[in-house]
């Protein structure tokens, strides 16, 4: 059996000689000794994972297939965290799984994907800094017939519609309504505490699609409550070094700073630690709300270092993302209005936070979501996206930004409006969501 290979290497993976003998024996094309090491360990540790779902074994490197997840940098936390559970959701698929750091470099990402697709992986996510490389991974994809699903960053009004089947999901959390509802959280309290105030935003890589659509949703909010003001901005790059020094650059040219909107988790925890190093206490002299819901950001929400974030939850994104690709490559066909969609986080502060850090952060080995049960093709009858999930609307998700040159609509995306599909998917969608994203693990009675 293959993971009885696997789990033997275990004991002598510092032996070069050893691990070449077992790519051998499990025809492991295209993977590294690097990625091998990485692999077997996961494997090792998902075994009992996988129990749950009464598999025998996890399968490192499957026939079924070998996916790919392209992030951006590894150096945000939720990349990190994504790739943890999405590698658990490809081994209970049986899809061999690789991560690469893109480095900030969209040229590099490219180079990587193609580079996957030679070497036989036939599903990949892309988590881009930038829409530069969307175009001609698409291409790609469709030339090595291998399914493509890229989420957030991308070029604003290129659709799937415009590539090819394998292109097969653009997906994002609804962003407009989730950086509104946090920015909202963020001025009424500081109205209430502070009778109003200097905000100041430090936002993430400029010209990124949801940078912009968590602004516009951030500057909706001010309209309800016009004692604050939104002062000044800087980029923050998604990361905490950098918005470390974007904090400290914008503190030191406004003095009565009373909160701060944050695009992201990572970003938040860069500006507590320039409040903290200009004597200022996070939550009580400064308020802070960010974005998606990783492990820093709800632990800083407990403990009254930051007021609220949208939960998007990395391991939602893994689950999502791997049951389609796992999907497509079973010979499933989305309709068009499943080619683009959007699922809905939820606004997370003190009082609901202690939900998800049971089931998302302090879980030990229970698994947040039943993967499986997120598939069409493993469970057709009784499928549960586990979150809410809509077709995304391409006016709301790019709103603002140029159309190219005699730019039309998909023809597929407008009948799929005009024809009932669209509101047949939402309903659809919605009768299958049976388990709740804010609730206890499906498998938390079962351990």
Not at 80 to 94: D, I, K, M, V
Not at 326 to 342: C, F, I, K, T
Not at 409 to 418: E, F, G, R, S, T
Not at 431 to 445: C, L, M, R, T
Request: one cysteine or more; hydrophobic letters at 40%; aromatic letters at 10%.
């Amino acid at each position: 059996m293959m993971f009885k290979h696997v789990r033997s290497t275990l004991f002598n993976l510092n032996n070069p000689r050893a691990i070449d003998t077992h790519l051998d024996r499990l025809d492991t094309h295209g993977i590294s000794r690097r990625e091998f090491i990485t692999l077997a360990t996961a494997g090792a540790a998902a075994a009992a994972t996988a129990s749950l779902w009464s598999s025998p074994a996890v399968a490192v490197v499957a026939p079924s297939g070998k996916l790919a997840y392209l992030a951006w940098t590894s150096r945000v936390e939720f990349m990190a965290q994504a790739s943890h559970a999405t590698q658990a959701a490809s081994q209970l698929f049986g899809l061999g799984y690789s991560y690469l750091d893109g480095q900030i470099d969209s040229q590099r990402q490219l180079n990587q994907a193609e580079q996957q697709f030679a070497d036989g992986a036939n599903a990949l996510i892309l988590h881009a800094p930038d829409g530069s490389a969307v175009r001609r991974i698409a291409q790609l994809a469709q030339q090595n017939k291998a399914y493509f699903a890229n989420v957030w960053a991308t070029l604003p009004w290129f659709t799937p519609f415009d590539a090819s089947e394998y292109y097969t999901l653009y997906a994002v959390p609804e962003e407009f309504s989730a950086h509104r509802s946090v920015t909202e959280v963020l001025l009424k309290a500081v109205t209430e505490k502070f009778g109003g105030g200097d905000i100041i935003g430090v936002t993430g890589v400029p010209g990124f699609s949801t940078d912009s659509v968590r602004s516009r949703g951030r500057d909706a909010a001010f309209a309800a409550f016009p004692k604050t003001k939104l002062v000044d901005q800087l980029p923050g790059l998604f990361n905490r070094e950098d918005s470390l020094k974007a904090t400290q650059d914008l503190l030191s040219r406004h003095k009565n700073v009373v909160g701060v909107v944050a695009q992201n988790d990572d970003v938040a925890q860069g500006v507590i630690a320039a409040l903290r190093a200009n004597g200022l206490k996070p939550g009580e002299d400064v308020l802070v709300v960010g974005a998606d819901g990783t492990t820093e950001g709800a632990r800083a929400i407990k403990n009254g270092q930051q007021l609220a974030t949208s939960a998007n939850c990395p391991a939602f994104q893994a689950g999502f993302f791997t049951a389609r690709l796992y999907d497509v490559l079973n010979g499933w066909q989305p309709r068009a209005s499943e080619r683009m969609l959007n699922w809905h986080s939820v606004t997370m502060t003190r009082d609901n936070v202690d939900v998800y850090l049971q089931r998302y952060v302090d879980n030990g080995d229970v698994p947040p979501f039943d993967y499986k049960l997120m598939s069409k093709v493993a469970h057709p009858n009784e499928w549960d996206p586990q979150g809410e999930i809509t077709p995304l609307d391409i006016d709301v998700e790019w709103a603002g930004l140029p159309k190219p040159a005699n730019w039309q609509y998909p023809q597929a995306y407008l009948d799929a409006k005009n024809n009932g599909e669209w509101q047949r998917v939402i309903e659809e969608y919605r009768a299958h969501y049976k388990i709740p994203f804010f609730g206890p693990s499906p498998f938390k009675a079962k351990v």
